[in-house]
């Protein structure tokens, strides 16, 4: 929670600082990345799917065991851009989401390596940086840190327990920016995430934290407004 409040706080800073930058920089008014500029919001809606990373993927699992689960992600996002010389953007985002990834119980035996989990709230907090080919179209990088939160089940056929994990990581993606209008804009965009680090919490107590290997990955698309 002290990470997250830190980042919230570092861009609460940098979107208070980036308009005395922006006065001071030398953009030309023709200049194609004069477009995305300022602070903005957007909503986010895409593909989200979560799976055992690497180091602890079960290759050799048998047929009709899940390493993954699977759904929809939805949020927004607030965030503010700077145009930097002619064509460079930099800019920093925050952005909290849901997602309804889940597995339900069946006859198959899921062996993602959270448990029996469905996908819960994730934060971000990064920067980007970007290219403006022209005014209405724009490549970009970005990355930043994550935590998200994943609910678990665990059973034995006659008592089942709820617990809930904490996971923290990095988060890496790009996408493309497409400019409607001078205040408009839609986006589509690739993000990978993985998660290193998690937390258990049940009953009100909270584990130590450990080490896990998750990996996710997420495509989505998103429609936003500047400012």
Not at 7 to 27: E, K, R
Not at 119 to 139: C, E, H, L, N, T
Request: charged share 20%; no cysteine; hydrophobic share 35%.
């Amino acid at each position: 929670m002290k990470t997250i409040l830190a980042g919230v706080a570092a861009i609460s800073t940098l979107a208070l600082a980036a308009p005395a930058f922006a006065q001071g920089a030398d953009v030309a008014p023709d200049a194609p990345n004069r477009t995305f500029s300022g602070p903005r919001v957007a909503a986010t809606l895409g593909y989200d799917i979560s799976r055992s990373g690497s180091s602890v993927d079960n290759d050799n699992a048998p047929r009709g065991q899940k390493q993954s689960i699977d759904g929809m992600v939805y949020g927004g996002e607030i965030g503010y851009d700077m145009p930097v010389g002619t064509n460079l953007v930099v800019g920093i985002d925050g952005e909290v989401t849901g997602s309804t990834a889940r597995w339900r119980q069946g006859p198959e035996v899921n062996t993602f390596n959270l448990g029996r989990v469905s996908a819960g709230r994730d934060f971000y907090v990064g920067g980007k940086i970007g290219y403006a080919v022209s005014p209405k179209v724009m490549f970009y990088a970005k990355g930043g840190y994550t935590n998200a939160s994943y609910k678990l089940q665990g059973t034995d056929g006659q008592t089942s327990e709820d617990y809930r994990i904490t996971a923290s990581g990095y988060r890496v993606g790009g996408g493309i920016e497409y400019a409607f209008s001078p205040k408009t804009f839609g986006r589509i965009e690739y993000r990978y995430s993985n998660y290193g680090r998690a937390n258990f919490n049940f009953d009100g107590n909270t584990s130590q934290r450990f080490n896990i290997d998750t990996d996710r990955h997420q495509v989505v698309a998103s429609y936003g407004l500047r400012f």
